[in-house]
Each structure stands twice: as C-alpha cells, then as structure tokens.
C-alpha cells in the first residue's frame, strides 16, 4: 500500500492526493510522524515538507516529482500524456501553479490572521488576477483541461489553489475576479472525480482553519 505523508489543508497535499485519485491508486494518507516540520519528520524528510510518499521503502518528497513518479511506476490515465511538445507544456503549466500562483495566494495568509495587515489586500489581490491573466494568455485557448483536452498534472495544482483563492479573497470580502476561461475550467474541474475526491478532505479541514483563523484574529 502507498502512503501519502500529508494533511488534509495542505494544498500540495491536496494536489497529490488528486494525482492518486486520477491514477486510480489505491493509497493510506497520514500526518506525518511526528508533526509537520518537527524533527521526528525532518529524520526522515530532511527538508520537513509536506507531501512526501513511502512506496513500498522508497521515499519521496516535493508535489510534481511524487507525480511524475506516479505517472512512470503506476498503470492507470496519463497525468503526462501526449508527445514531448504536449508534456513539456503541462510541466510549464504546473510550475508556473507551484512558483507564481500559489506563492500569490499563500500570501494572503498572513491577512486572514492578521487584520492590521489588510491595507495590502488590494495589491496581493491584484498580484493574484494578475497571475491569472498570464495563465490564460499561457494556456492559449486550450479547450478543456489546462493544458488540452486530457486531464493531467497542469490540472492537479490549480484544481486546489484557485478554489482556495477564491475562498481566502471572499473571506476578506474581495471577490477574485477571474477570467472568464479560468472560470470555464473551474467548473468543469468541479465535476472530474478525481477532482471531487481529492478535495472532499481539504473543503471541511479548509472551512475549519479559515473559522479559527478569523475568530483568533477578531480578538
């Protein structure tokens, strides 16, 4: 059995546990031991960081080389599928999810516990639609997933992280304004399976940090 070492908030937890799903890959999700970044789980991912997966003995940590791995060591739907121009473009898309949007929406953390800091909420806002207006241009009019009309691992990030952004922006009461195709594919994501899977733990374990999060900054 596959362990996923995660937690169900984490978004590149989240981003993994949708690859399982879309795999078709059977898998055991737990904390890891010890607690996130404690030293019990930096013995055994040295960096601390979620999510990582024990397969069988072999370790491995970091969201985009856990599902490349699962795409060559697993059957099941490609999460990198087409010809090396195709998969080149997914790789593209799924960095771009990891090193520019999701940075731009983790920052909007500090907001949600901190309301000195909301004076900035206009200026992270805007980073975040900006981020999204250079996601559209980049995906140029693919017609269905984000990078063609194949589900991949472009689709796992981005199925978490403009949910989450969304969310987090309603919370501080500024609507995300998103272009009309990144909305498109939000909602087709809304009705793939493994999309609907993946994010049945992180919708209540969101919901939960977002409510404590809100009233610890109340007082």
């Known amino acids: 059995m596959l362990?996923?070492?995660g937690l169900p908030v984490s978004t590149f937890s989240?981003?993994?546990r949708i690859a399982l799903h879309a795999k078709g890959i059977a898998f055991d999700e737990r904390p890891?031991?010890?607690g996130y970044r404690s030293d019990a789980w930096r013995a055994i991912i040295p960096t601390g960081t979620i999510p990582a997966i024990d397969h069988d003995g072999f370790l491995l940590a970091e969201s985009e080389a856990i599902i490349e791995y699962l795409d060559e060591a697993f059957e099941g739907p490609a999460l990198l599928p087409g010809?090396?121009?195709t998969r080149a473009r997914i790789r593209m898309l799924a960095r771009v999810h990891d090193l520019a949007v999701e940075?731009?929406?983790r920052a909007l953390f500090p907001l949600i516990r901190?309301?000195?800091?909301?004076?900035?909420?206009?200026?992270l806002a805007a980073a975040i639609e900006e981020r999204l207006r250079q996601l559209e241009q980049l995906r140029s009019g693919e017609p269905h997933w984000m990078a063609g009309a194949a589900f991949s691992t472009a689709d796992c990030g981005f199925a978490v992280t403009l949910r989450l952004a969304a969310r987090l922006l309603d919370a501080l009461g500024h609507p995300l304004d998103m272009p009309a195709s990144i909305t498109g594919w939000l909602s087709r994501s809304a009705?793939?399976?493994a999309v609907t899977a993946g994010l049945a733990p992180w919708h209540p374990a969101t919901e939960a940090w977002l409510a404590q999060a809100l009233v610890?900054?109340?007082k």
Do not use: C, F, M, Q
């Open 3 to 5: 362990i996923l070492y």
């Open 14 to 16: 989240t981003k993994v």
């Open 32 to 34: 890891p031991p010890g």
């Open 83 to 85: 010809n090396a121009a």
């Open 103 to 105: 940075p731009a929406v």
């Open 114 to 123: 901190d309301p000195a800091r909301r004076e900035s909420l206009p200026t």
């Open 191 to 193: 009705d793939h399976p």
């Open 216 to 218: 610890g900054a109340s």
